[in-house]
């Protein structure tokens, strides 16, 4: 793993400053997540850029009694023609599978779309719609995203195991996920 893919620490962001961002966007639901782009930007890659390919962004997850931060990626690994980057917004997901197109043993338990999202692609057009944009773990040497959310994978267990205990002890189905720029 290169020395810059992934932060030293985990993100340190108060969770009053958190709960602001979800009060801003109207969301009252017990469980949420909130992603940040660019996270890290001014500390990792290209200064004041928002790089591509590391785990420079953050998702926290909000629930009664919980905040827990992880290091993520909110971008596609590359840059490619056509390919897609969730836009900035209020975006819901429900447990599911990801790589459900994938052998049976490729597949694994993962945030899913419970909704459409919109998405910007590479080369300028913007559409929305149900594109299996997921929310899943990532490696130590790639972002392992076309588009997805990815979670570090030492910390993938603990992320996906919390967010599902989280909706189960809240008698939520869909966890909205809010997703800004840093």
Same mark, same amino acid.
């Given at each position: 793993?290169?020395? #810059?893919?992934?932060?030293?620490? &985990?993100?340190?962001?108060?969770? #009053? ?5 979800? *009060?801003? %966007?109207?969301? #009252? ?9 660019? =996270? =890290?930007? +001014?500390?990792? $890659? ?6 591509? !390919? ?19 990626? &909110?971008?596609?690994?590359?840059? +490619? ?10 975006? @819901?997901?429900?447990?599911?599978? %990801?790589?459900?197109? /994938?052998?049976? %043993?490729?597949? =694994? ?6 909704? +459409?999202? &919109? ?5 300028? /057009?913007? *559409?929305?719609?149900?594109? !299996?944009?997921?929310? %899943?773990? $990532?490696?130590?040497?790639? &972002?392992?995203?076309?588009?997805? @959310? #990815? ?5 993938? *267990? ?7 205990? @989280? ?9 909205? =996920?809010?997703? !800004? *720029?840093?």
């Amino acid at each position: 793993m290169s020395a #810059t893919m992934k932060p030293a620490s &985990t993100p340190k962001q108060l969770v #009053t400053d958190t709960l602001k961002l979800l *009060e801003d %966007h109207q969301i #009252t639901t017990a469980v949420a997540l909130v992603g940040i782009r660019g =996270y =890290y930007k +001014k500390s990792m $890659g290209k200064p004041a850029v928002n790089d591509r !390919g590391i785990y420079d962004d953050a998702i926290f997850l909000v629930a009664p009694g919980c905040y827990m931060a992880f290091n993520a990626n &909110t971008d596609p690994s590359y840059y +490619k023609p056509g390919i897609a980057t969730l836009t900035a917004g209020v975006w @819901q997901y429900k447990i599911g599978i %990801h790589n459900l197109s /994938k052998p049976k %043993h490729r597949q =694994y338990k993962a945030l899913v779309q419970a909704a +459409k999202v &919109t998405v910007s692609r590479d080369g300028g /057009k913007v *559409e929305s719609g149900y594109f !299996g944009l997921n929310i %899943h773990k $990532g490696s130590r040497n790639s &972002t392992s995203s076309q588009g997805c @959310q #990815t979670i570090w994978p030492e910390q993938w *267990e603990a992320f996906i195991a919390s967010v599902e205990m @989280q909706l189960k002890k809240n008698q939520q189905k869909v966890v909205p =996920y809010l997703l !800004g *720029e840093g």
